[in-house]
C-alpha cells in the first residue's frame, strides 16, 4: 500500500504470530511518543484519503479526463 509504513502510520506484525503481535503492542506500549506519531500521522491519511469532498472531486477529475 502506499500509506502504510512501518512505525510511521501503522505497526506490522505477522498475522496469526502470537509473539509478533505481543512484540508490536510491547513497541507501541513502551514508545509513547512514536505512538502519538504513528496515531497522527494516521488519522491525517484517513482524513485525507477518506474525505468525501475529496473523493467526489477526484470522481470529476476522472470523468472528466475520461472525455
Same mark, same amino acid.
Given at each position: 500500500? #502506499?500509506?502504510? /509504513?512501518?512505525? *510511521?502510520? +501503522? ?10 503481535? +505481543? ?6 506500549? *513502551?514508545?509513547?511518543?512514536? =505512538?502519538?506519531?504513528?496515531?497522527? =500521522?494516521? @488519522? *491525517?491519511?484517513? $482524513? $485525507?484519503? /477518506? #474525505?468525501? =469532498?475529496?473523493?467526489?472531486? @477526484? ?9
Amino acid at each position: 500500500n #502506499d500509506f502504510l /509504513f512501518h512505525q *510511521e502510520t +501503522v505497526v506490522f506484525y505477522k498475522p496469526g504470530d502470537i509473539k509478533s503481535f +505481543v512484540k508490536a503492542i510491547k513497541y507501541l506500549l *513502551e514508545n509513547p511518543v512514536k =505512538r502519538k506519531e504513528i496515531g497522527l =500521522r494516521a @488519522r *491525517e491519511y484517513a $482524513e $485525507e484519503a /477518506f #474525505d468525501y =469532498r475529496n473523493n467526489a472531486m @477526484r470522481l470529476c477529475d476522472f470523468f472528466h479526463d475520461l472525455s
